[in-house]
């Protein structure tokens, strides 16, 4: 009767279309040695701006310099990667980073500070910032220190920044719609999608997020365009569900999804559902969703807030994810069945579509802690992976 019952599972997956293993598809690693890289932007000339929230030390002591940056990546000698000698360049330094676990007792060694960069197709580029400085408890909010939280603007010589909106939020991702001339921006602190026009003007609600399938916060975390409709498309990557059994988790899997949202209306529809934890979707000119899971694991034991992040001695921890189990997926936009593209990647984050490639950011947490990998005892290791041939 067992057997009989899998057979069934298995007829039920195969008419809802089960995902398939991609064929001809390469995954390269063109970068590592990163600090919690969280997105890359294309530019014309094939170079590569490259945003990295840092190390997540920048919580302790008064004396902070910041170990967020965003740096310009040159493949000067064309073999594929932009590992070698020259190849990276920091344009922009010191940006504030800190740790989930330390700060706000998450069980999660997550580290935030940059978390999206944009260019636009008339040079313009923008990145968000979450600004720990800023939180009032612990009393940092003052004006002008280390800047605020909110999208800012990249100067033309790449040697300032400018604040173009300001929120009181955690911004996750923007994307822009030039056929409306207007950026859409998650707010994970509010669950809400809002607004903003070139002008900078103030910014309007899109759509408030309902809570997910067992009441956990829906954390919107990723963001796309769908370029044929109009449409924006929105990874809600789950967060806590409390009262579990007497206890708390940090996500069921199969609540994460994909929603759409028609920015006129407001309307929330499910696009994509019984994910993990979606936490950023991209789209290509023929309406295809591509889709990046942080883990698609049963969450493991949540971290103490007082385990020694950088300490050479610690024992292998998680960090309240399953390692080496996240992916990125196709949906192609006929409904066909989905598409494995990548698959055993370590904690992706965030993803760029260009000219038909993917760019794959990965590696969250503290860099260089210990961590069990496929290979035995390893280390977390910021990377970016290019996948091409889907």
Known sequence: MRFQNISLVLV?????????????????????????????????????????????TDQSGEEVTGSGQISLFEDKNTDGDYDDTGERRP???????????????????????????????????????????????RNRGEEGFYGETGVYEISEDFSETSLFIKRSATLNALVYDPQRETFYVTESGY??????????????????????????????????????TGDILVALFSGFVHDYFGTSISFLPGDSKIVRINPTTGTVTDEITNLTTAIDVATDPQGNI????????????????????????AQPDPGGYARFSGRVMLYPADGGAPVILADNLDTPTNITYHAGKLYVS???????????TPDGVGQIEGAIYLIEGF
């Open 12 to 56: 039920v997956l195969l008419v809802m279309g089960a995902p398939t293993q991609a064929q001809d598809v390469t995954v390269t690693r063109i970068a590592g040695s990163l600090n919690n890289p969280r997105g890359v932007a294309v530019m014309p000339d094939g170079r590569l701006l490259v945003v990295e929230a840092g190390s997540g």
């Open 91 to 137: 344009l922009l330094t010191q940006f504030p980073s800190y740790n989930s676990l330390t700060e706000f007792n998450t069980g999660h060694d997550e580290v935030f500070g940059l978390s999206d960069i944009l260019m636009l197709d008339n040079g313009r580029i923008l990145f968000t910032k979450d600004d720990p400085f800023a939180i009032p408890s």
């Open 191 to 228: 669950n809400r999608i809002m607004s903003v026009t070139l002008a900078a003007d103030e910014p309007a609600v899109v759509a408030q997020l309902d809570f997910l399938a067992h009441e956990q916060q829906p954390v919107p975390s990723g963001i796309a365009l769908d370029s044929q």
């Open 290 to 313: 591509f889709v990046v899971e942080l883990t698609t694991g049963w969450p493991p034991t949540s971290m103490p807030k007082d385990f020694d992040l950088y300490a050479l001695d």
């Open 362 to 372: 990965s590696g969250l947490g503290t860099p260089w802690r210990k961590i069990i």
